[in-house]
């Protein structure tokens, strides 16, 4: 059987520790074997990452703009031990953060259900897709250790000079401030993200802030969101079928536990990425989430929702086998040739993509699979492989799916 050929490249990101070496195994023996894998490679390695400044960042996210989609491992995002344990230049900012920055994009993640792992919420019988806003809040803070009294305030100064305050706090001793900011531009980017999601995967949408205590920031994006769906989606959800609902957090949580799943849940920031974890964890595990960035001017990046498996990778340097999970990474490429084969109408790419998640599936639904599958699994008869074993089983019954 000759190999399926691509037309226009993926721009592939490479990360780090653990991730990176379940990377190439995946190259290796899933996609190289059946596709003519054409790539435009950059290396996001935290080295490589510290070597140019974060430039190479930059560079992969502008080359996402030029070819439309982006397939990412997981990256590490240094703190102080990282400094020290890769003698970095400075503490990089998130690779995620920039990338989503210059895309201006949501993201949207979704467990992978598989038979035999039940959901910790007994409800829960489809996946349930996070829509995370990816930008602004906390993740482009300022903060402010305050170290005694004196009055904190809030002050803006306009293209005019003209200035206005407000009075956060008077403080009478020892404090912390935050201020965070987001922009009605993004906003709306977001929103129309989400509305035309939700029209492509036909799923309900249902959006959540605390806009009754924050009565300008939360209260902007449920008006933004409004007024986008009143003027723009809303004939078009009416005639798929479709609901737009919005509430208070506090309220959406308990809805969400006690519903069935098989909508798409929209968050702020900070929100999505808790949220996101929980939705996770409680479907089986965050080695099995799926998450993909889509801009609006059409731009996808497909990457694992977890990180980059620290203690793995430190036992593998040691030449010790492990047992690490590869599914969310394999169904970030399969999104990615997916979504290549759908804009170049190439249909066997397509249909690889598919064949290569159903035997993702098949393989642990027979049994086999990695030992944090295995510890949450109702199946009978598990056999517990180390990650290239986990791979190589995959493949043989990619081989039998190719076949029929």
């Known amino acids: 059987m000759s190999k399926i ?102 993201v949207f993640r979704a467990p992978v259900v598989v038979k035999g792992i039940t959901p910790l919420v007994s409800t829960w019988k489809k996946p349930i897709t996070i829509a995370r806003h990816a930008y602004g809040d906390i993740y482009k803070n300022v903060e402010y250790r305050v170290e005694g009294p004196g009055k904190a305030e809030l002050v803006f100064t306009d293209a005019n000079g003209v200035e206005t305050r407000q009075t956060i706090m008077e403080f009478d001793g020892k404090g912390v401030l935050m201020g965070m900011h987001n922009l009605d531009r993004s906003i709306a980017s977001f929103a129309r993200a989400c509305f035309n999601y939700a029209l492509d995967v036909k799923q309900d949408l249902w959006f959540a802030t605390k806009d009754t205590i924050s009565k300008k920031y939360d209260h902007t994006f449920k008006d933004i969101f409004q007024e986008i769906y009143e003027k723009e989606y809303k004939e078009r959800f009416a005639e798929a079928k479709l609901e737009y609902f919005y509430t208070l957090i506090d309220d959406a949580v308990a809805r969400v536990i006690r519903s069935e799943g098989g909508y798409i849940w929209a968050c702020k920031n900070y929100d999505g990425d808790v949220m996101s974890d929980m939705v996770a964890t409680a479907f089986g595990s965050l080695a099995m989430m799926t998450s993909v960035l889509v801009s609006p001017e059409g731009y996808y990046e497909y990457e694992a929702a977890h990180g980059t498996v620290t203690r793995h990778y430190y036992k593998h340097l040691q030449g010790e086998e492990t047992s690490t999970n590869p599914i969310a990474t394999i169904f970030a490429w399969t999104g990615a040739l997916r979504k290549r084969g759908e804009l170049d109408g190439l249909q066997d790419l397509c249909e690889f993509a598919d064949q290569l998640e159903k035997a993702s599936l098949q393989t642990i639904e027979a ?23 986990f791979l190589l089983e995959i493949n043989k019954t990619l081989e039998v799916i190719r076949n029929q």
């Open 5 to 106: 050929q691509m037309n226009v490249p993926l721009v592939e990101m490479d990360g780090d520790e653990m991730t990176r070496i379940i990377w190439a195994y995946i190259k290796e023996i899933l996609l190289y074997p059946y596709i003519d894998l054409k790539t435009e490679y950059y290396d996001l390695g935290l080295k490589k990452r510290d070597e140019t400044e974060d430039q190479i960042t930059i560079d992969a996210a502008l080359a996402t703009k030029k070819y439309g989609v982006a397939v990412k491992c997981a990256t590490i995002t240094p703190n102080a031990q990282r400094v020290e344990e890769y003698n970095l230049k400075q503490m990089w900012k998130s690779p995620n953060g920039t990338i989503r920055a210059i895309l201006d994009g949501t």
């Open 367 to 389: 049994g086999i699979m990695t030992k944090d599958l295995a510890l949450i699994s109702e199946l009978p008869n598990k056999k517990v492989v180390n990650t290239r074993d």
